[in-house]
């Protein structure tokens, strides 16, 4: 994002975390309005110019959302009155929004990201699957349906309100990409991140107790680990957390082993 958006989104996600009332219809308003806003140029383009006044805005989103709760219309509002970078990015910034709105209503420990993340392995393990998600050609209403039959008693109501949104709008993203940075919202949202483990086996509860909280201490930040079993890594852990990667797998020190007497 640009450097006004990040200032936008900032004070944006202040309001809303100040906000009363925030609940999953709040979330799921706003992710409906950045869906309307993205479909409509014109909408678009008037809600992030900063030369259209904060008062024709407010009007405007009055007469389009006019239902929207009082959470919702609040931060909604705010947002729009302030500067962003691009029509696009006022968009972005309004989505992440909705899926903060969705975490933080859930709670801290509701464990959003974890059924994110599994969808997204069950996703990237069904080429069928993956494109019928994630295809232009299917209607959002569509692929929505398909995502309500499948997360239907496996997902909590928020990690589906989620998921159906960012089927309905990729806007050029894959749908690995968009519940991966979802979960990134939702963790963030705790005041958390992601830590993905590859393990070469399953690893015990007590196990990954006692990883979180070498990580988390590591790290300065509470930690939610994702977990990925892989026999061909031989043993040991392979750790990522955003851009940083700790590799202690056998499979890795062999590899490297090679290297160095190939060299």
Do not use: C
């Amino acid at each position: 994002m640009g450097s006004a958006s990040r200032v936008a989104l900032q004070s944006a996600t202040q309001q809303l975390s100040g906000a009363t009332g925030v609940n999953l219809a709040t979330g799921e308003q706003l992710l409906a309005a950045s869906r309307a806003i993205e479909s409509s140029a014109q909408l678009r383009s008037a809600l992030a110019d900063p030369a259209v006044e904060s008062a024709r805005k407010s009007g405007l989103l009055t007469a389009i959302f006019g239902s929207l709760d009082g959470a919702a219309s609040q931060v909604l509002t705010g947002a729009v009155s302030s500067r962003w970078s691009s029509p696009d990015e006022l968009v972005d910034g309004i989505e992440q929004l909705g899926i903060r709105a969705i975490a933080q209503a859930a709670g801290a420990d509701a464990g959003i990201e974890g059924e994110l993340f599994a969808f997204g392995r069950a996703v990237s393990s069904d080429n069928e699957l993956e494109l019928a998600v994630g295809s232009k050609l299917g209607s959002p209403e569509a692929k929505a349906a398909l995502v309500d039959t499948l997360l239907a008693g496996k997902a909590q109501p928020a990690t589906a309100a989620i998921v159906r949104h960012l089927v309905q709008s990729p806007r050029g993203r894959r749908i690995g990409q968009l519940l991966r940075g979802a979960a990134d919202i939702v963790a963030d949202t705790a005041g958390a991140r992601i830590a993905t483990v590859t393990s070469a086996a399953p690893l015990t509860a007590a196990q990954l107790t006692a990883l979180e909280k070498t990580l988390g201490a590591r790290y300065g930040q509470a930690l939610r680990i994702n977990l990925i079993t892989d026999p061909t890594i031989v043993g040991g852990l392979r750790v990522q957390i955003g851009d940083d990667v700790i590799d202690g797998t056998v499979a890795a020190r062999l590899a490297d082993l090679r290297i160095r007497l190939a060299g």
